[in-house]
């Protein structure tokens, strides 16, 4: 019996705002590469996936405003391999939309696909390739949706989790395949500590794979709204009608395919035992670039006296700057050709809220929070 198709979305959509000014709407997220590495973020993810999927069958999916800094990173994108979204509905509009390209061009339900994040950090991929390899054998062997879960390495507030259903004392077995109780929001300190230790919480790394037909039972159980969008979808791209397409997505609500579809939907995880991380803002640049003997996270040439616990991130694109830091601690310094931030590493989550798009690059939000 031949192997259904297999096909990979790596979802690149939005530029990054929490990890601005390195990223920026002309200079997104997925194009970035860190200190030390000649790949970009998103040609890693591609690397990754292919010893499982046809090179030819990675698509990457963007929006409209990200799509160009893409192709300029790599031009092998152009055609149909760069699937740009009508309009921005998160990651549950570009899922709907990805599946409805594919069925429009004839892909059968039986095919087997994979949704990816392009912000992945793996200093070493070859056990995610083993982890999602198996991810599409038990896909392709079944009509459920499967996930690849992490195995925690330190108690982080702002992952989120998947739970498996386990038996009490049951190992998760690294490569095994096993069904998920339910998804974990980002916990608080003393919840992550738990999760931890418990030995059926897995970081939820942002990959599902399954059979096209899985994705609509789902849809059909959970989502019926996902479902009609994508349905109508295929009709209009089948008739190469563009405003047809807009208006099948428009009412899909912007939320994560996390909240729209997976959380309430029959789900079976992957444990895989790697190192991995997602740069989802400057606390996991820290990380990524490590520290010294003061706690200190640096990148380019900085002058530090007196600092303990920051990170000191200067862009080559700002080499003609001088930095220095001079008697603080637990701060993030970065400084790029396109702005300078300074914040408490703590409050990089807050970042988000306060850049945001423009025509002409980034607006910065000014915003007042009273001393209590």
């Known amino acids: 019996m031949s192997r259904p198709a297999a096909y990979a979305i790596i979802m690149a959509g939005g530029w990054g705002e929490r990890m601005w000014p390195l990223a920026t709407p002309r200079r997104p997220k997925p194009t970035l590469k860190l200190p030390g590495s000649s790949r970009s973020l998103l040609a890693a993810t591609i690397e990754s996936v292919t010893p499982v999927v046809p090179h030819g069958h990675v698509y990457v999916a963007a929006d409209g405003g990200t799509a160009q800094a893409l192709l300029d990173l790599d031009p092998d994108l152009t055609g149909d391999r760069l699937l740009v979204e009508p309009l921005r509905r998160d990651t549950a509009g570009c899922v709907v939309y990805a599946l409805a390209r594919l069925l429009a061009a004839g892909a059968p339900e039986g095919s087997v696909v994979g949704f990816l994040a392009s912000d992945s950090l793996m200093p ?33 507030t702002a992952l989120g989790y998947l739970e498996l259903d386990l038996a009490e004392g049951q190992p998760a077995q690294a490569g095994t395949v096993l069904p998920v109780r339910r998804f974990v929001e980002k916990p608080d300190a003393a919840t992550a500590q738990q999760h931890l230790l418990s030995g059926r919480h897995l970081w939820n790394m942002g990959t599902v794979v399954g059979q096209i037909g899985a994705f609509r039972s789902a849809m059909s159980a959970v989502a019926t709204d996902l479902e009609a969008a994508m349905d109508a979808a295929v009709a209009a791209l089948r008739e190469d009608d563009a405003e047809r397409v807009r208006a099948a997505l428009e009412p899909i609500e912007p939320r994560s395919i996390d909240y729209a579809l997976l959380e309430n939907a029959e789900l079976a995880a992957v444990v895989a035992d790697i190192a991995w991380d997602t740069l989802s803002g400057w606390e996991a640049m820290s990380r990524a670039v490590g520290t010294d003997m003061q706690g200190n996270a640096l990148s380019g040439a900085p002058l530090l006296t007196d600092v303990t616990d920051s990170l000191v991130y200067v862009d080559p694109s700002a080499s003609t700057q001088r930095v220095a830091v001079v008697g603080v601690s637990g701060l993030a310094v970065v400084v790029t050709a396109e702005g300078v931030l300074v914040m408490p590493k703590d409050r990089a989550q807050d970042l988000r809220g306060v850049v945001e798009a423009t025509r002409e690059g980034v607006r910065i939000r000014i915003a007042h929070r009273e001393r209590g």
């Not at 198996?134 to 690849?148: F, G, H, T, W």
């Open 124 to 156: 070493d991929t070859s056990g995610f390739t083993v982890a999602l390899s198996r991810a599409y054998e038990a896909a392709a062997s079944s009509r459920c949706l499967v996930c690849i879960g992490v195995r925690p390495s330190r108690a982080d």
